[in-house]
């Protein structure tokens, strides 16, 4: 049974760091890619950054340049390291873990910016 577990979630001021860790179990996680997603109340999840069982990262246009996506594969953890956040970067964060028919997901964590 895969797992996906996502934490590091909390309240943070503006301009502040936070860092979410995944840990996915149950497959042969440097098989996966894996992608952060992000949905905020009424609004669609979106694609916030992801990184490829060969290496590549991507990240949306509104968080390039301070967030930074990576991944230990002998822990089978993918993290997030989110700088100079900002008050709009508030949303439920998802790992995805995910390959040529199959994708897994977490719970999700919540992050919180204030002003």
């Known amino acids: 049974q895969v797992q996906v577990v996502e934490t590091g979630g909390g309240l943070v001021q503006a301009g502040g760091p936070l860092r979410l860790s995944c840990v996915v179990s149950g497959t042969i996680f440097s098989n996966n890619h894996m992608a952060w997603y992000r949905q905020a109340p009424g609004k669609q999840r979106d694609l916030v950054a992801h990184f490829t069982r060969g290496g590549s990262t991507d990240y949306a246009d509104s968080v390039r340049g301070r967030f930074t996506i990576s991944r230990n594969n002998a822990k089978n953890t993918v993290y997030l390291q989110m700088n100079s956040l900002k008050p709009e970067d508030t949303a439920g964060y998802y790992c995805?873990?995910?390959?040529?028919?199959?994708?897994?997901w977490g719970q999700g964590t919540q992050v919180t910016v204030s002003s």
């Open positions: 995805n873990a995910y390959g040529a028919g199959f994708g897994y």
